[in-house]
Protein backbone atom coordinates (compact mmCIF):
# COMPACT_ATOMS: atom_id res chain seq x y z
CA UNK A 1 0.00 0.00 0.00
CA UNK A 2 1.63 3.52 -0.76
CA UNK A 3 1.10 6.18 1.81
CA UNK A 4 -1.30 8.05 -0.01
CA UNK A 5 -3.72 5.07 -0.57
CA UNK A 6 -6.61 4.29 1.70
CA UNK A 7 -6.91 0.54 2.90
CA UNK A 8 -10.10 -0.61 2.20
CA UNK A 9 -12.90 -1.99 3.91
CA UNK A 10 -12.35 -5.99 3.68
CA UNK A 11 -8.53 -5.11 4.83
CA UNK A 12 -7.16 -6.19 8.39
CA UNK A 13 -6.05 -4.01 10.94
CA UNK A 14 -3.86 -6.09 13.58
CA UNK A 15 -4.05 -4.90 16.98
CA UNK A 16 -0.82 -5.39 19.93
CA UNK A 17 -2.66 -6.48 23.08
CA UNK A 18 -5.97 -7.96 23.87
CA UNK A 19 -7.71 -5.52 26.40
CA UNK A 20 -10.60 -3.17 26.29
CA UNK A 21 -8.94 -0.51 24.15
CA UNK A 22 -8.02 -3.23 21.47
CA UNK A 23 -11.81 -4.41 22.21
CA UNK A 24 -13.30 -1.04 21.78
CA UNK A 25 -11.22 -0.56 18.38
CA UNK A 26 -11.91 -3.74 16.90
CA UNK A 27 -15.49 -2.94 17.24
CA UNK A 28 -15.33 0.33 15.88
CA UNK A 29 -13.08 -1.10 12.80
CA UNK A 30 -16.09 -4.07 12.42
CA UNK A 31 -18.31 -0.56 11.76
CA UNK A 32 -16.22 0.17 9.15
CA UNK A 33 -16.03 -3.07 7.46
CA UNK A 34 -12.68 -4.29 8.71
CA UNK A 35 -11.57 -7.36 10.00
CA UNK A 36 -9.09 -7.14 13.06
CA UNK A 37 -6.45 -9.77 14.35
CA UNK A 38 -5.65 -9.53 18.18
CA UNK A 39 -2.41 -10.29 19.31
CA UNK A 40 -1.61 -11.76 23.24
CA UNK A 41 0.10 -13.54 25.56
CA UNK A 42 -3.43 -14.74 27.29
CA UNK A 43 -5.33 -17.96 25.56
CA UNK A 44 -7.86 -15.76 25.40
CA UNK A 45 -8.92 -12.02 25.64
CA UNK A 46 -11.43 -9.86 25.26
CA UNK A 47 -10.35 -7.98 22.53
CA UNK A 48 -9.83 -11.18 20.31
CA UNK A 49 -13.41 -11.92 21.77
CA UNK A 50 -14.19 -9.24 19.43
CA UNK A 51 -11.84 -9.99 16.58
CA UNK A 52 -11.84 -12.20 13.44
CA UNK A 53 -8.70 -13.79 14.57
CA UNK A 54 -6.46 -14.04 17.80
CA UNK A 55 -2.87 -14.66 17.61
CA UNK A 56 -1.23 -16.32 20.92
CA UNK A 57 2.02 -15.02 21.38
CA UNK A 58 4.39 -13.62 23.87
CA UNK A 59 6.03 -10.07 23.13
CA UNK A 60 9.21 -12.06 22.27
CA UNK A 61 8.22 -14.78 20.41
CA UNK A 62 9.18 -13.44 17.19
CA UNK A 63 7.66 -16.78 15.18
CA UNK A 64 4.29 -15.57 16.66
CA UNK A 65 4.66 -11.82 15.62
CA UNK A 66 5.63 -13.13 12.17
CA UNK A 67 2.78 -15.14 11.74
CA UNK A 68 0.69 -12.38 13.33
CA UNK A 69 2.06 -9.34 10.55
CA UNK A 70 1.32 -11.77 7.94
CA UNK A 71 -2.37 -11.73 8.90
CA UNK A 72 -2.33 -8.14 9.12
CA UNK A 73 -2.48 -4.88 6.07
CA UNK A 74 -1.48 -2.68 9.53
CA UNK A 75 -0.73 -2.92 12.91
CA UNK A 76 -1.17 -0.40 15.92
CA UNK A 77 -1.30 -0.99 19.62
CA UNK A 78 -3.60 -0.61 22.51
CA UNK A 79 -1.27 -0.01 25.33
CA UNK A 80 2.67 1.78 25.42
CA UNK A 81 4.23 -0.49 27.20
CA UNK A 82 4.27 -3.25 24.22
CA UNK A 83 8.08 -3.72 24.20
CA UNK A 84 9.74 -1.40 21.62
CA UNK A 85 11.27 -4.84 20.29
CA UNK A 86 7.97 -6.60 18.78
CA UNK A 87 6.68 -3.37 17.37
CA UNK A 88 10.18 -3.08 15.18
CA UNK A 89 9.69 -6.91 14.34
CA UNK A 90 6.32 -5.94 13.41
CA UNK A 91 7.52 -3.02 11.20
CA UNK A 92 10.09 -5.66 9.63
CA UNK A 93 6.67 -7.00 7.89
CA UNK A 94 4.11 -4.10 7.82
CA UNK A 95 3.20 -0.56 7.82
CA UNK A 96 2.92 -0.25 12.12
CA UNK A 97 0.81 2.93 13.85
CA UNK A 98 1.37 5.11 15.02
CA UNK A 99 4.76 3.59 15.21
CA UNK A 100 8.12 3.03 17.66
CA UNK A 101 8.96 6.54 18.44
CA UNK A 102 5.58 7.63 20.58
CA UNK A 103 6.25 4.36 22.42
CA UNK A 104 9.99 5.04 23.03
CA UNK A 105 9.23 8.28 24.63
CA UNK A 106 5.93 7.42 26.61
CA UNK A 107 7.31 4.27 28.06
CA UNK A 108 9.81 6.29 30.10
CA UNK A 109 8.70 9.45 32.35
CA UNK A 110 11.97 11.22 32.14
CA UNK A 111 12.50 11.10 28.74
CA UNK A 112 8.78 12.12 27.84
CA UNK A 113 9.26 15.31 30.42
CA UNK A 114 12.09 15.93 28.87
CA UNK A 115 10.57 15.45 25.36
CA UNK A 116 7.53 17.68 25.86
CA UNK A 117 10.14 20.51 27.44
CA UNK A 118 11.80 20.33 23.70
CA UNK A 119 8.55 20.86 22.17
CA UNK A 120 7.92 24.07 24.50
CA UNK A 121 4.86 22.01 26.19
CA UNK A 122 5.14 23.07 29.86
CA UNK A 123 5.25 21.25 32.99
CA UNK A 124 5.84 20.71 36.49
CA UNK A 125 9.05 21.16 37.89
CA UNK A 126 10.78 17.72 38.01
CA UNK A 127 13.81 16.03 38.95
CA UNK A 128 16.01 12.52 37.98
CA UNK A 129 16.01 10.52 41.13
CA UNK A 130 18.88 7.82 40.76
CA UNK A 131 21.00 8.42 43.93
CA UNK A 132 21.59 9.53 47.19
CA UNK A 133 22.96 12.85 45.33
CA UNK A 134 20.09 13.71 43.99
CA UNK A 135 18.23 13.13 47.18
CA UNK A 136 20.02 15.48 48.65
CA UNK A 137 19.99 17.87 45.99
CA UNK A 138 16.24 17.75 45.46
CA UNK A 139 14.09 21.02 44.85
CA UNK A 140 10.52 19.78 43.68
CA UNK A 141 8.97 19.26 47.39
CA UNK A 142 6.84 18.41 48.42
CA UNK A 143 6.09 16.05 45.21
CA UNK A 144 5.28 12.62 44.09
CA UNK A 145 8.14 10.05 43.64
CA UNK A 146 7.36 7.85 40.07
CA UNK A 147 9.39 5.42 38.83
CA UNK A 148 10.56 6.13 35.30
CA UNK A 149 8.99 2.80 33.79
CA UNK A 150 5.66 0.45 34.63
CA UNK A 151 3.88 2.57 36.49
CA UNK A 152 0.01 3.32 35.61
CA UNK A 153 -2.69 4.18 37.25
CA UNK A 154 -1.02 5.22 40.21
CA UNK A 155 1.42 2.40 40.56
CA UNK A 156 4.56 3.42 41.40
CA UNK A 157 4.19 6.50 42.85
CA UNK A 158 4.96 8.20 46.48
CA UNK A 159 3.75 11.32 47.82
CA UNK A 160 6.85 12.55 49.61
CA UNK A 161 6.89 15.71 51.80
CA UNK A 162 11.04 16.22 52.22
CA UNK A 163 14.09 15.05 51.67
CA UNK A 164 13.74 12.63 54.33
CA UNK A 165 10.23 11.03 53.38
CA UNK A 166 11.87 11.37 49.77
CA UNK A 167 14.94 9.20 51.14
CA UNK A 168 12.45 6.61 52.25
CA UNK A 169 9.84 6.62 49.37
CA UNK A 170 13.08 5.70 46.90
CA UNK A 171 13.95 2.72 48.95
CA UNK A 172 10.30 1.65 49.00
CA UNK A 173 10.33 2.10 45.04
CA UNK A 174 13.85 -0.23 45.19
CA UNK A 175 16.10 2.57 44.77
CA UNK A 176 14.87 2.24 40.86
CA UNK A 177 15.06 5.51 38.69
CA UNK A 178 12.98 7.53 39.18
CA UNK A 179 11.45 10.83 38.62
CA UNK A 180 10.46 13.56 41.07
CA UNK A 181 7.65 15.78 40.34
CA UNK A 182 6.71 19.12 42.24
CA UNK A 183 3.15 18.57 43.40
CA UNK A 184 1.07 20.57 41.28
CA UNK A 185 -1.66 22.52 43.23
CA UNK A 186 -4.46 21.94 40.60
CA UNK A 187 -8.04 23.28 40.00
CA UNK A 188 -8.94 20.42 37.28
CA UNK A 189 -7.09 17.56 35.37
CA UNK A 190 -8.16 17.27 31.73
CA UNK A 191 -6.29 15.53 28.41
CA UNK A 192 -7.50 16.19 25.07
CA UNK A 193 -6.53 13.35 22.48
CA UNK A 194 -5.32 14.16 18.89
CA UNK A 195 -5.67 12.25 15.65
CA UNK A 196 -2.95 12.68 13.28
CA UNK A 197 -3.46 11.38 9.81
CA UNK A 198 -1.39 9.98 7.36
CA UNK A 199 -1.31 13.38 4.99
CA UNK A 200 0.03 14.88 8.36
CA UNK A 201 -3.63 16.49 9.14
CA UNK A 202 -4.85 17.00 12.95
CA UNK A 203 -7.92 17.12 14.81
CA UNK A 204 -8.26 17.43 17.98
CA UNK A 205 -11.66 16.12 19.97
CA UNK A 206 -12.91 18.26 22.48
CA UNK A 207 -11.79 18.49 26.05
CA UNK A 208 -13.13 17.23 29.50
CA UNK A 209 -12.56 17.59 32.51
CA UNK A 210 -11.41 14.48 34.41
CA UNK A 211 -11.78 13.11 37.58
CA UNK A 212 -9.09 10.83 39.59
CA UNK A 213 -9.28 8.81 42.84
CA UNK A 214 -6.37 7.09 44.03
CA UNK A 215 -4.42 7.47 40.41
CA UNK A 216 -7.12 6.27 38.56
CA UNK A 217 -9.62 7.93 36.22
CA UNK A 218 -12.92 7.94 37.76
CA UNK A 219 -15.12 10.47 35.51
CA UNK A 220 -14.57 12.63 32.46
CA UNK A 221 -17.22 15.19 31.88
CA UNK A 222 -17.73 17.36 28.44
CA UNK A 223 -17.83 19.65 27.70
CA UNK A 224 -15.02 21.36 29.80
CA UNK A 225 -16.14 24.87 30.87
CA UNK A 226 -12.73 25.76 30.81
CA UNK A 227 -11.93 29.18 29.56
CA UNK A 228 -11.19 29.22 25.90
CA UNK A 229 -7.58 30.17 25.92
CA UNK A 230 -6.69 27.54 28.40
CA UNK A 231 -8.25 25.24 25.95
CA UNK A 232 -6.79 26.44 22.83
CA UNK A 233 -3.45 26.24 24.97
CA UNK A 234 -4.25 22.01 25.69
CA UNK A 235 -5.13 21.50 22.53
CA UNK A 236 -2.07 23.53 20.90
CA UNK A 237 0.43 21.21 23.32
CA UNK A 238 -2.04 18.23 22.11
CA UNK A 239 -0.95 19.57 18.21
CA UNK A 240 2.55 20.09 19.13
CA UNK A 241 3.58 16.61 20.78
CA UNK A 242 1.40 14.70 17.51
CA UNK A 243 3.45 16.77 15.15
CA UNK A 244 6.58 16.15 17.47
CA UNK A 245 6.02 12.19 17.45
CA UNK A 246 5.17 12.20 13.41
CA UNK A 247 2.66 10.04 14.37
CA UNK A 248 -0.46 8.48 12.38
CA UNK A 249 -2.42 7.52 15.03
CA UNK A 250 -3.79 8.96 18.38
CA UNK A 251 -1.98 10.67 21.46
CA UNK A 252 -3.83 11.48 24.68
CA UNK A 253 -2.08 14.31 26.97
CA UNK A 254 -3.25 14.23 30.58
CA UNK A 255 -2.86 17.80 31.87
CA UNK A 256 -3.11 19.79 35.04
CA UNK A 257 -4.96 23.35 35.48
CA UNK A 258 -3.05 25.35 37.88
CA UNK A 259 -5.58 28.11 39.86
CA UNK A 260 -3.84 31.02 37.73
CA UNK A 261 -4.96 28.93 34.71
CA UNK A 262 -1.22 27.14 33.54
CA UNK A 263 -1.94 24.26 31.63
CA UNK A 264 1.05 21.39 32.93
CA UNK A 265 1.81 18.23 30.80
CA UNK A 266 1.29 15.47 33.06
CA UNK A 267 2.28 12.41 30.84
CA UNK A 268 0.88 10.58 26.94
CA UNK A 269 -0.17 7.63 25.78
CA UNK A 270 -0.24 6.84 22.11
CA UNK A 271 -3.00 5.01 22.07
CA UNK A 272 -7.04 5.58 22.69
CA UNK A 273 -7.76 6.64 26.19
CA UNK A 274 -9.97 6.40 28.77
CA UNK A 275 -10.95 9.70 29.09
CA UNK A 276 -11.78 9.61 25.36
CA UNK A 277 -14.62 6.95 25.94
CA UNK A 278 -17.36 9.03 25.62
CA UNK A 279 -17.05 9.82 22.82
CA UNK A 280 -18.26 6.22 21.50
CA UNK A 281 -21.91 7.67 22.49
CA UNK A 282 -21.99 11.57 22.20
CA UNK A 283 -19.15 12.82 19.71
CA UNK A 284 -19.60 12.93 15.83
CA UNK A 285 -16.99 10.01 15.32
CA UNK A 286 -15.65 7.85 18.37
CA UNK A 287 -11.99 7.88 19.37
CA UNK A 288 -11.61 4.28 17.77
CA UNK A 289 -13.34 5.09 14.70
CA UNK A 290 -11.27 7.68 14.34
CA UNK A 291 -7.64 5.26 14.87
CA UNK A 292 -8.88 3.62 13.00
CA UNK A 293 -8.90 5.82 10.38
CA UNK A 294 -6.27 7.81 10.98
CA UNK A 295 -4.07 4.26 10.54
CA UNK A 296 -6.52 3.08 7.35
CA UNK A 297 -5.70 6.20 5.79
CA UNK A 298 -9.23 7.66 5.25
CA UNK A 299 -10.16 11.11 5.97
CA UNK A 300 -10.35 12.09 9.66
CA UNK A 301 -14.25 11.78 10.77
CA UNK A 302 -16.55 15.15 12.64
CA UNK A 303 -15.76 15.54 16.22
CA UNK A 304 -18.92 17.79 17.28
CA UNK A 305 -20.16 16.84 20.27
CA UNK A 306 -23.77 15.30 19.82
CA UNK A 307 -24.47 15.82 23.79
CA UNK A 308 -23.28 17.08 26.77
CA UNK A 309 -21.69 13.74 28.71
CA UNK A 310 -20.18 12.46 31.79
CA UNK A 311 -18.51 9.32 31.60
CA UNK A 312 -17.77 7.16 34.06
CA UNK A 313 -15.88 4.00 34.78
CA UNK A 314 -16.90 1.04 36.13
CA UNK A 315 -14.63 -0.28 38.85
CA UNK A 316 -14.36 -3.88 40.39
CA UNK A 317 -17.48 -4.62 42.03
CA UNK A 318 -19.30 -1.58 40.41
CA UNK A 319 -19.98 -3.91 37.27
CA UNK A 320 -22.44 -6.10 39.09
CA UNK A 321 -24.70 -2.62 38.78
CA UNK A 322 -25.31 -3.36 35.35
CA UNK A 323 -29.24 -3.38 35.44
CA UNK A 324 -29.59 -0.26 37.37
CA UNK A 325 -27.59 1.25 34.11
CA UNK A 326 -29.89 -0.70 31.90
CA UNK A 327 -32.54 1.21 33.42
CA UNK A 328 -31.54 4.23 32.98
CA UNK A 329 -32.35 6.12 29.99
CA UNK A 330 -29.79 8.43 30.00
CA UNK A 331 -27.16 6.04 30.48
CA UNK A 332 -25.01 3.98 27.57
CA UNK A 333 -23.32 0.87 29.32
CA UNK A 334 -20.21 -0.35 28.49
CA UNK A 335 -18.90 -4.01 29.72
CA UNK A 336 -15.42 -5.23 29.18
CA UNK A 337 -16.36 -8.77 29.46
CA UNK A 338 -13.98 -9.92 31.90
CA UNK A 339 -14.40 -12.67 34.12
CA UNK A 340 -13.43 -11.62 37.16
CA UNK A 341 -13.64 -8.06 38.90
CA UNK A 342 -10.99 -7.43 41.65
CA UNK A 343 -10.68 -3.54 43.31
CA UNK A 344 -9.04 -1.34 41.11
CA UNK A 345 -9.63 -3.41 37.67
CA UNK A 346 -11.70 -1.32 34.80
CA UNK A 347 -14.60 -3.80 34.26
CA UNK A 348 -16.51 -1.11 32.27
CA UNK A 349 -18.18 2.23 32.07
CA UNK A 350 -21.29 4.58 31.27
CA UNK A 351 -21.72 7.33 29.97
CA UNK A 352 -24.46 9.11 31.15
CA UNK A 353 -25.69 11.62 27.99
CA UNK A 354 -27.57 14.96 29.53
CA UNK A 355 -30.02 17.18 27.68
CA UNK A 356 -28.45 20.30 26.70
P1 LIG B 1 -0.05 9.50 36.61
O1 LIG B 1 0.21 8.07 36.85
O2 LIG B 1 1.21 10.31 36.39
O3 LIG B 1 -1.07 9.73 35.54
O4 LIG B 1 -0.73 10.08 37.92
C1 LIG B 1 -2.01 9.66 38.35
C2 LIG B 1 -2.72 10.80 39.05
O5 LIG B 1 -1.97 11.22 40.21
C3 LIG B 1 -2.88 12.07 38.22
O6 LIG B 1 -3.98 11.99 37.36
C4 LIG B 1 -3.06 13.10 39.34
O7 LIG B 1 -4.37 13.04 39.88
C5 LIG B 1 -2.08 12.63 40.39
N1 LIG B 1 -0.77 13.26 40.14
C6 LIG B 1 0.23 12.76 39.39
N2 LIG B 1 1.28 13.60 39.33
C7 LIG B 1 0.94 14.69 40.06
C8 LIG B 1 1.61 15.92 40.40
N3 LIG B 1 2.86 16.20 39.98
N4 LIG B 1 0.93 16.80 41.19
C9 LIG B 1 -0.31 16.53 41.64
N5 LIG B 1 -0.99 15.39 41.36
C10 LIG B 1 -0.38 14.47 40.59
Request: charged content about 20%.
Amino acid sequence: MSSATPLPPGSTIGILGGGQLGRMTAMAAARLGYRSVVYAPEDHSIGGDVAAAHVRGAYDDTAALIRFAAQADVITYEFENVPEATVAECLRHKPVRPGVKPIHVAQHRLREKEFFGRLGISTAEHQAIRSEADIAAATALPGILKTCTEGYDGKGQVRVADRAGLAAAWQKLQRRECILEALVDFTCETSVIVARGLDGQTRCFPIGINDHRDGILRTTTVPSDLPAEVEATAQRYGVELARGLDLVGLVALEMFVTRDGQVLANEMAPRPHNSGHWTIDACATSQFEQLVRTICGLPLGPVDVLAPSRMENLIGDEANDWLRYLADPTARLHLYGKATARPGRKMGHVTFLKRS
